[in-house]
């Protein structure tokens, strides 16, 4: 998650120094600013979405208070934000106004690139050149035109995550690796009376990744990158993919009243019921493991029964049976927030501070030496997954902006409450494309 500061004063300094003796007018502006770091008392406002009591959040005010030990002139101010808030109203009003955060959270993909066509962002491509090497491939989502406007911190890729105690009781003797296997499962956990997955539908997002996953089996890698490219939805398999998920959801493998569940809010939640012992199953990103202790009442137990397995294949179909449907979390600096934003971000994904936030559990790193900081069984099995992905899919409303995204979900929540169809979530991106 965070960068170290690098003191470049000196070769500042020097630079400056060197441009007007040879006569120049003012000198560089991007050296004058480094010049300038620390000086004068910043406040920074800082936007994420660790809202709920946890690891996760208190990790968050720690490190703010670590980067404002280390630069007395820097207050970091933060506001936790639950995800679709901030995501969907809070920041996209926010980047409209005149008085945006100073560093927020950041998606990446289709939706960073409207906002550098709105101009919002911070382009910190020479300032994050260390940071970029050091994480890798990672940092291309949140490139827009082979500039760098964010970073991430985290980086994983979505599966299933259960209860091995529910799935013992049931006869299941190993993660399902394709849908009929997924299926059987199901049918075993009915037996025995356990709701089988638990879906918060009452979130959209949740139950959208489910059509996603289709998505990714039933179409190419390459129809999935030229979508996400030209916006263009023509090939058949995104209708396959809600046929796909129909005919899953017509199994009745989740909840009562699932569609009004929300995802991760507390004990009631989706998350909830998997990590209290209520439900088997839940689909979800590497995150999960951190939200699902917030609302355990007996983390100690949701310990010694959380596994993790990835999304199953379908046999026959055309994605690859091995790529994965991933993405991470990043942060970004708003056009005009002061340079001390950027040393922050990169403080932020620095090895050490990487390092700590591996070890609340709460997602996996990006920065490479900090990987010894996973030590949950369940998110070792995520990163040895996440590695082993033949391609990772980002998620597909980050992937297809927010335009796009947000009739697909709306779209696919249709087909979960039984008044939408495969053929209509499709014409919606097809519609919301064309604006």
């Known amino acids: 998650?965070?960068?170290?500061?690098?003191?470049?004063?000196?070769?500042?300094?020097?630079?400056?120094?060197?441009?007007?003796?040879?006569?120049?007018?003012?000198?560089?502006?991007?050296?004058?600013?480094?010049?300038?770091?620390?000086?004068?008392?910043v406040t920074l406002t800082w936007w994420h979405n660790a809202s709920q009591?946890?690891?996760?959040?208190?990790?968050?005010?720690?490190?703010?208070?670590?980067?404002?030990?280390?630069?007395?002139?820097?207050?970091?101010?933060?506001?936790?934000?639950?995800?679709?808030?901030?995501?969907?109203?809070?920041?996209?009003?926010?980047?409209?106004?005149?008085?945006?955060?100073?560093?927020?959270?950041?998606?990446?993909?289709?939706?960073?690139?409207?906002?550098?066509?709105?101009?919002?962002l911070k382009d910190i491509t020479d300032q994050v050149k260390t940071e970029v090497a050091n994480i890798g491939s990672a940092t291309e989502i949140w490139q827009v035109n082979g500039k760098q406007y964010g970073l991430p911190y985290r980086m994983g890729i979505e599966g299933i995550w259960y209860n091995k105690d529910m799935f013992a009781q049931a006869g299941i003797t190993a993660p399902p690796t394709t849908f009929e296997e997924l299926n059987q499962a199901v049918t075993k956990l009915k037996a025995i009376n356990v709701i089988p997955i638990a879906l918060g539908a009452g979130d959209k997002w949740p139950a959208a990744h489910w059509w996603y996953n289709f998505a990714l089996r039933a179409c190419s890698v390459d129809t999935l990158k030229k979508a996400s490219v030209d916006l263009v939805f023509d090939d058949?398999?995104?209708?396959?993919?809600?046929?796909?998920?129909?005919?899953f959801i017509d199994t009745k493998p989740?909840?009562?009243?699932?569609?009004?569940?929300?995802?991760?809010?507390?004990?009631?939640s989706a998350n909830g019921l998997l990590a209290n012992g209520k439900a088997a199953m839940e689909l979800m990103g590497d995150w999960n493991r951190g939200t699902l202790e917030t609302v355990s009442a007996n983390p100690e137990a949701l310990t010694k029964f959380l596994g993790w397995f990835p999304v199953p294949a379908i046999s026959g179909s055309a994605g690859d049976?091995?790529?994965?449907?991933?993405?991470?979390?990043?942060?970004?600096?708003?056009?005009?927030?002061?340079?001390?934003?950027?040393?922050?971000?990169?403080?932020?994904?620095?090895?050490?501070?990487?390092?700590?936030?591996?070890?609340?559990?709460?997602?996996?790193?990006?920065?490479?030496?900090?990987?010894?900081?996973?030590?949950?069984?369940?998110?070792?099995?995520?990163?040895?997954?996440?590695?082993?992905?033949?391609?990772?899919?980002?998620?597909?409303?980050t992937a297809f902006g927010s335009t796009v995204g947000t009739a697909m979900n709306d779209g696919v929540v249709a087909i979960f409450a039984g008044n939408g169809t495969p053929e209509k979530v499709v014409e919606a991106m097809k519609a919301a494309a064309k604006k």
């Not at 006569?23 to 991007?30: A, F, K, L, P």
Request: aromatic share 8%; hydrophobic share 35%.
């Open 254 to 268: 989740f909840q009562p009243n699932f569609i009004a569940t929300p995802g991760q809010n507390d004990p009631t």
């Open 236 to 247: 058949q398999c995104f209708v396959k993919a809600g046929q796909d998920l129909k005919a």
């Open 1 to 41: 998650m965070a960068m170290k500061h690098r003191a470049k004063g000196a070769l500042a300094l020097f630079a400056t120094t060197a441009l007007l003796v040879a006569g120049c007018n003012g000198g560089d502006s991007e050296e004058s600013a480094e010049n300038e770091l620390y000086k004068n008392p």
């Open 53 to 120: 009591d946890g690891p996760g959040k208190t990790y968050w005010e720690k490190v703010a208070k670590d980067f404002s030990a280390l630069h007395p002139t820097v207050t970091i101010q933060i506001e936790a934000i639950e995800t679709n808030q901030l995501q969907r109203t809070r920041l996209p009003a926010a980047l409209l106004s005149s008085d945006p955060p100073d560093i927020f959270q950041a998606w990446g993909g289709g939706e960073m690139r409207e906002q550098v066509e709105a101009d919002y």
């Open 321 to 397: 049976p091995k790529a994965a449907l991933g993405g991470g979390d990043g942060f970004a600096c708003a056009k005009n927030a002061p340079a001390e934003c950027v040393e922050f971000l990169k403080y932020i994904v620095s090895p050490e501070v990487q390092k700590g936030y591996a070890e609340t559990g709460t997602g996996l790193p990006v920065a490479k030496g900090a990987e010894s900081g996973v030590v949950d069984p369940s998110l070792k099995s995520v990163l040895e997954a996440t590695s082993s992905a033949t391609y990772t899919q980002l998620w597909l409303d």
